[in-house]
T-cell receptor, first 110, second 114 residues
């Protein structure tokens, strides 16, 4: 089983749509969880951390289910500028090591 | 403030040649990471430095790869000899002492080995 698995997509949605990404991780000792965003031919950038209680940042909502080892990202009212690859990221037992999923490509269409 | 700086941004070389990638982390950051990204394998950690000392090099694919960090503001990743399967985007990232886990990535070096 891969350490971090994501729905590969691609997701093609119209502007204004709500889209959800899912991710599972294999290491039950994982301590911290993140979503990174990577634009085409650019570097990854932190989108948001994911907390056990769930957290929201504007149109973005992240959820964590430790029992199921499952992470999700919900984007509401999607914009053209949301088009990117979304990377699910998990730390293992070592707090420095980020393990990245292969990413889910989102294209928001006008 | 300047972000992580990498050079060159693009490198095309022939198989067997030596390749050196360079990175300048964000000033004040004490952790530095080298990653490789390919379509097949995604983003993989190659090596991690803390306070200029290599802590984890378990991701370095083989002896052809080596990395150094002679001081807090400079690191190199060297491939010698290069092979076509080394073609990838190589990212350098840095992180501040303690604090949150956010790593700041450089723009990457796109390496093509023919």
């Amino acid at each position: 089983r891969k350490e971090v698995e994501q729905d590969p997509g691609p997701f093609n949605v119209p502007e204004g749509a709500t889209v959800a990404f899912n991710c599972t991780y294999s290491n039950s000792a994982s301590q911290s969880f993140f979503w990174y965003r990577q634009d085409c031919r650019k570097e990854p950038k932190l989108l948001m951390s994911v907390y056990s209680s769930g957290n929201e940042d504007g149109r973005f909502t992240a959820q964590l289910n430790r029992a199921s080892q499952y992470i999700s990202l919900l984007i509401r009212d999607s914009k053209l500028s949301d088009s990117a690859t979304y990377l699910c990221v998990v730390t293992g037992g070592s707090n420095y090591k980020l393990t990245f999923g292969k990413g889910t490509l989102l294209t928001v269409n006008p | 403030d300047a972000g992580v700086i990498q050079s060159p941004r693009h490198e095309v070389t022939e198989m067997g040649q030596e390749v050196t990638l360079r990175c300048k982390p964000i000033s004040g950051h004490n952790s530095l990471f080298w990653y490789r990204q390919t379509m097949m394998r995604g983003l993989e950690l190659l090596i991690y430095f803390n306070n200029n000392v290599p802590i984890d090099d378990s991701g370095m694919p083989e002896d052809r790869f080596s990395a150094k960090m002679p001081n807090a503001s400079f690191s190199t990743l060297k491939i010698q000899p290069s092979e076509p399967r080394d073609s990838a985007v190589y990212f350098c990232a840095s992180k501040s002492r303690g604090g949150p886990y956010e790593q700041y990535f450089g723009p990457g070096t796109r390496l093509t080995v023919t």
